[in-house]
């Protein structure tokens, strides 16, 4: 199996840390591009995700013995410095069967994607070599546009009309105003206190990309005369608020399942060009949730001992700090009390030194990625010395030290 995320997938997560299946895990937009190389006959590409992970050292398991023990380990990536940054080497993925799902499909083979659902689509169905499509519609020849052809005929052997009703995963809907956030949030008030001084982080004219949780939160409080575009790492640019309920459709969904709207203006692509945009620092901003962040502004938010979640799309996320500031938001300390906020990070690593800022319910550091930390806000109530026991990080305390506003 090569999988990006395991996500809620209990039988995949204990077949694989029980040994029963062999499992490489690779960051989302390597995923894709591994994809679609391998249908344009390209054998490895060069990107900067992952660097300074275990996917780029070899640390990460491959295959765990029934004990949990670790049976193999993955293979260490080549690394090469181009323009005086360091890239991994990543192979392409050879498909012998992709099974895809088209809106439409001709009598040829082409076929068009609706909306979300172009995603991986396009990627599979270009890189195998038995590519099957499940079409919703399978029209005469020249009924599809030309400039509507998402995927040539010239890749697909087969057309099968598809039966099953298409279902969505997650119904998630947007509700009165005001209460979306809470209730998402499990009433909880430290994280309400996160999303609310997250949203000020949102200026005028910015591309935005937002982790699923608490980020997905934060637009709800963002000033009606503040224009953020928000993008989707699963196809969408323009991303709108949850649906009303009864308005959901099964070819608007986010990276994270949830059904989504669609902003006037807002466009639909592959998963390989969302990720192209990310990784080519078209994004200005990046909201994720951390499980810990370093001083030097390392990011760990994938792993837990004793359980795997994979990283989804975060690796390429953080890949390019220089041009998308990355803001890292996360309670100041876990359910025992212990710090998040670290020397170095203890869980496997998401980026090495990618975090611009780190915001808590307590606190908001700046992060320089060779001086450290400097506290540059501190929630209403909290002092310096609670928040210097609460962090073990050392940290600069900044001359004009604010108390933390709220959207």
């Not at 039988?11 to 591994?34: H, N, S």
């Not at 996917?55 to 949990?68: F, M, R, Y």
């Not at 659902?117 to 195998?128: D, E, K, L, P, Y």
């Not at 700046?366 to 506290?375: E, H, K, Y």
Request: aromatic share 6%; glycine share 10%.
């Amino acid at each position: 199996m090569i999988a990006s995320y395991v996500g809620e997938n209990k039988v995949l997560e204990k077949q694989y840390l029980t040994g029963q299946i062999e499992m490489e895990l690779t960051p989302q937009g390597t995923l894709a591009e591994r994809c679609a190389s391998g249908g344009k006959g390209i054998p490895a590409f060069y990107t900067p995700a992952a660097v300074g992970t275990v996917v780029q050292t070899g640390e990460l398991p491959l295959q765990h013995n029934a004990d949990g023990t670790i049976k193999h380990f993955g293979k260490p990536r080549d690394v090469k410095t181009f323009n005086g940054r360091q890239y991994v080497m990543e192979e392409a993925i050879p498909g012998d069967v992709a099974f895809v799902k088209a809106y439409k499909a001709d009598k040829l083979g082409n076929c068009q994607f609706r909306l979300a659902a172009n995603n991986f689509n396009g990627a599979m169905g270009r890189n195998a070599k038995m590519t099957i499509v499940e079409a919703e519609h399978i029209v005469e020849v020249g009924e599809i546009d030309p400039v509507a052809v998402h995927l040539p005929g010239i890749y697909v052997k087969k057309v099968i009309q598809s039966t099953a009703e298409k279902k969505i995963e997650k119904y998630t809907n947007r509700k009165e105003e005001g209460a979306d956030v809470k209730d998402s949030l499990g009433g909880s008030g430290k994280r309400e206190q996160i999303v609310k001084r997250a949203a000020l982080e949102f200026k005028n004219g910015m591309y935005a990309n937002l982790g699923i949780g608490m980020p997905m939160l934060a637009p709800s409080y963002v000033d009606a005369s503040v224009d953020v575009i928000l993008q989707s790492e699963n196809g969408i640019l323009g991303l709108g608020p949850y649906p009303k309920k009864g308005e959901e459709d099964a070819d608007l969904i986010n990276a994270g399942k949830e059904t989504v709207t669609l902003n006037p203006g807002a466009s639909t692509f592959g998963s390989e060009e969302s990720f192209g945009m990310i990784r080519s620092g078209r994004i200005n901003l990046t909201m994720l949730g951390a499980m810990q962040v370093s001083a030097r502004g390392d990011l760990a938010n994938w792993m837990l001992p004793g359980k795997v979640k994979g990283f989804g799309g975060a690796m390429d996320l953080v890949s390019n700090p220089a041009a998308t500031k990355v803001v890292a938001l996360l309670e100041h300390t876990d359910k025992k009390g212990n710090p998040k906020i670290l020397k170095q990070c203890e869980f496997p690593l998401t980026g090495q030194k990618c975090v611009s800022r780190i915001i808590t319910e307590l606190a908001v550091f700046d992060v320089d990625f060779t001086d450290g930390l400097t506290l540059i806000e501190v929630a209403e109530g909290v002092t310096v010395d609670e928040i210097r026991s609460k962090t073990e990080a050392p940290f600069k305390v900044a001359d004009d030290l604010k108390t933390m506003q709220q959207a």
